[in-house]
């Protein structure tokens, strides 16, 4: 017998939903770091971003630093609102 809580991932996962995504919104000035806390991040995980807002749009992608247990992007210093959806992938680390 299968555990509910596999079976429930096994179909998720069959139907194409993945919980290695989210949204983050840089911080503002002065900050030129966010950090994203996620445990299925690794040092070898590979992060996708995409642009959700016009602040976004014109900053263009940050750096991704990945690293286990988060990601870290560096950034412009800004005081307007920068908003991203991520993926992240995760290989063997």
Known sequence: MIDPEIRRELQELKD???DVTGTVALRTSPNTTTTVN?????SSSVVLLM???AGARTEGIPQVTPAKGAFTLTHASSAGTRTYRYV???GRS
């Open 16 to 18: 194409g939903r993945l």
């Open 38 to 42: 996620r445990a299925v991040c690794s």
């Open 51 to 53: 642009p959700l807002d």
């Open 88 to 90: 992240i992938f995760t």
